[in-house]
């Protein structure tokens, strides 16, 4: 196995610059006829990225109406209108100011009937598999070695579906939702479909993301810690600011 690509920027700041432009670089170096398909997550890491890539379409006209997006979850039940839904987040910080297709915009839907779910979990990774799969996927990390909403005892090989949400992501979600209403639930890409994108950069930062970054690189590759499975997959970038790096070396 080799071992993980980890880069450690200054701060947030320069790290979103540069993951921004990674993936540029790589969806750019293998067009495809039917256009980039990405994965991609909600939360306050990946903000830089999509704020970076909001300027380059509104000051320098790059095009994203090509562009195939999977989000990699949503809170269930929600309805996908809330003001707190992942979709709603998505269409203020990146689809809508950055010009994406919202036809082309995918997310799970928090919307869906008890008995619907698996089918609408199953319709999703079709739907991924029509699109040629993930060319490029980005993730946080939960303090708790979470990867979208895979927590820990998450199987490698799940796919997306049904979870029931760790207390530690109920009690951060708390923040966005008065507290009696935080969902329990959530709709994920499983770890399987994460590791099925062709390449992946997972952001950390902040000194709460200290200790899950040491675990997920350093410890055993176990469901306790979701994120380590990253190790198994060989095109992954670790992308950390100093605070969420303290125990990483190099
Ligand atoms: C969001 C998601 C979560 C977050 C993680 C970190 O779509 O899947 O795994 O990436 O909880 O959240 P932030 O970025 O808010 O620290």
Not at 42 to 69: F, I, K, M, N
Not at 167 to 182: D, G, I, L
Not at 222 to 246: M, N
Request: hydrophobic fraction near 40%.
């Amino acid at each position: 196995m080799t071992p993980p690509s980890v880069r450690v920027f200054e701060d947030s700041a320069e790290a979103s610059h540069w993951v921004a432009a990674s993936v540029l670089e790589w969806i750019d170096s293998k067009p495809r006829p039917g256009g980039p398909v990405l994965g991609l997550a909600t939360g306050s890491t990946p903000l830089g990225v999509y704020r970076e890539w909001c300027r380059l379409h509104q000051q320098q006209g790059r095009d994203w109406s090509r562009a195939r997006c999977f989000n990699l979850d949503e809170y269930w039940p929600l309805d996908p209108g809330h003001r707190k839904s992942f979709r709603t987040f998505m269409r203020e910080q990146l689809f809508a100011p950055a010009g994406f297709d919202l036809a082309r915009c995918a997310i799970p839907s928090g919307g869906v009937a008890t008995e619907s779910v698996d089918r609408h979990c199953a319709e999703y990774e079709d739907a991924i598999q029509a699109a040629g799969g993930l060319d490029a996927q980005l993730l946080g990390l939960g303090p708790n070695g979470h990867i979208g909403f895979n927590e820990p005892g998450s199987d490698p090989a799940s796919r997306t579906r049904k979870v029931a949400l760790a207390a530690a992501t109920r009690e951060r979600a708390a923040e966005a939702f008065a507290p009696e209403q935080v969902p329990l639930q959530g709709l994920t890409m499983g770890i399987g479909t994460i590791l099925s994108a062709r390449r992946i950069w997972i952001l950390a930062f902040g000194a709460e993301k200290a200790a899950a970054v040491d675990t997920a690189l350093r410890g055993p590759i176990e469901a306790e810690c979701p994120a380590s499975f990253l190790r198994t997959h060989s095109q992954v970038e670790w992308v950390l600011d100093r605070a969420a790096a303290t125990t990483v070396r190099g």
